[in-house]
């Protein structure tokens, strides 16, 4: 079936240092989509990539997504304690009805 | 939190007894998506669905799970019969079209005892 596979499954880092999650698909994705959820929390939308090659930023959140739409990556530059998370990617393959698929996760801890 | 509202947020059923779980969508969207999320696992997508219609259940469980979002009130995710293996949390989100942005619940928090 079609899976979106995540790693690392943990990342614990020192305040200040870079973090970066990975995300790859069996197949070619329409577009892929990044969440944080808290602990205890909801999964709270981040961003959503569409094109082939695409880089995004928001502050020091960099996302990217591979040329052939198969991959992602979240890399966050300079953690601060108030990233501290699980991050999520979803995919979503085509004529897959707009549902998405999600990676297992990368929590991260930050240790102030 | 976009607006999209669940109850309850934590319900404890014993093995046997009914599930009911209310998702109230962000005013205007009209899409309504189900997920479900065990401990330290990624959300599984469950059932889609528009006013009165289901789009897709490829993720439903054959028995025991339904799902329906009527013209009027909440969508509702209803399991019967439950067992242990049920307990997680239930994730509700809405959009206002398909292929536009989701926006999640705070979820529901189920139990099995």
């Known amino acids: 079936g079609q899976q979106v596979m995540q790693i690392p499954q943990y990342q614990h880092v020192q305040e200040g240092e870079d973090f970066t999650t990975y995300c790859n698909s069996s197949t070619t994705l329409s577009n892929i989509q990044w969440y944080k959820q808290r602990p205890g929390g909801h999964p709270v939308f981040l961003i959503q990539?569409?094109?082939?090659?695409e880089v995004k930023k928001q502050k020091r959140l960099t996302f990217q997504f591979g040329e052939a739409k198969k991959n992602s990556s979240l890399h966050i530059t300079a953690t601060q304690t108030t990233d501290v998370g699980t991050y999520f990617c979803a995919g979503e393959f085509t004529g897959s009805n707009y549902k998405l698929t999600f990676g297992k996760g990368t929590l991260l801890t930050v240790n102030p | 939190n976009a607006g999209v509202m669940q109850n309850p947020r934590h319900l404890v059923r014993r093995r046997g007894q009914e599930a009911r779980l209310r998702c109230s969508p962000v005013k205007g969207h009209s899409h309504v998506y189900w997920y479900r999320q065990l401990p330290e696992e990624g959300l599984k997508f469950m059932v889609y669905?528009?006013?009165?219609?289901?789009?897709?259940e490829s993720g439903m469980p054959k028995e025991r799970f339904s799902a329906e979002f009527p013209k009027e009130g909440p969508s509702i995710l209803r399991i019967q019969q439950v067992v242990r293996g049920d307990s997680a949390a239930y994730f509700c989100a809405s959009s206002r079209e398909s292929g536009n942005t989701i926006y999640f619940g705070e979820g529901s928090w189920l139990t099995v005892v």
């Open positions: 990539l569409v094109k082939s090659g």
């Open positions: 669905l528009q006013k009165e219609n289901i789009i897709d």
